[in-house]
C-alpha cells in the first residue's frame, strides 16, 4: 500500500508563491519518478511537473515553466513543489503522483490540495 499525501496549498494574491509538499508513506521509492498535476474547475487535469528518483531529471510543462520548481528529498521521502510568481490561471487542485520503476504510468496519487490566485 502506497500513500501520497499533499500539503501547503492555500488562497495567495497573484504574483506570491506557496510551497507543497507531498509525503510518501512508503518506507522506500527507489527510482520512483514522481510527478505534479492539477486540476481546475470544468478542466481535465494536466502536467506540471515531474522530477527523476536522482533530482537528475527534471521536465515542466510550458504554463510552469521559469516559475515553479520540483525537488525531492529521498531521506524524507518528500516531493516538493515551489510555485512562485502565482497567476490567477495556477488556481486548480494539485495532485502527486508516483510512477515506480515497473510501470510507463502513474500508478499512485494523492488527493490533492487546493491553491487559489486571487487577481
Known amino acids: 500500500q502506497v500513500e501520497l499525501v499533499e500539503s501547503g496549498g492555500g488562497l495567495v494574491q497573484a504574483g506570491g508563491s506557496l510551497r507543497l509538499s507531498c509525503a510518501v508513506s512508503?518506507?522506500?521509492?527507489?527510482?520512483?519518478?514522481m510527478g505534479w498535476f492539477r486540476q481546475a474547475p470544468g478542466k481535465e487535469r494536466e502536467f506540471g511537473a515531474a522530477?527523476?528518483?536522482?533530482?537528475?531529471?527534471?521536465n515542466y510543462a510550458d504554463s510552469v515553466k521559469g516559475r515553479f520548481t520540483v525537488s525531492r528529498d529521498n531521506a524524507k521521502n518528500t516531493v516538493y513543489l515551489q510555485m512562485n510568481s502565482l497567476k490567477p490561471e495556477d488556481t486548480a487542485v494539485y495532485s502527486c503522483?508516483?510512477?515506480?520503476?515497473?510501470?510507463?504510468?502513474?500508478?499512485?496519487w494523492g488527493q490533492g490540495t487546493q491553491v487559489t490566485v486571487s487577481s
Open positions: 512508503r518506507r522506500t521509492f527507489s527510482g520512483w519518478t
Open positions: 503522483a508516483a510512477r515506480p520503476t515497473y510501470s510507463s504510468d502513474y500508478n499512485y
Open positions: 522530477i527523476s528518483w536522482s533530482a537528475g531529471n527534471t
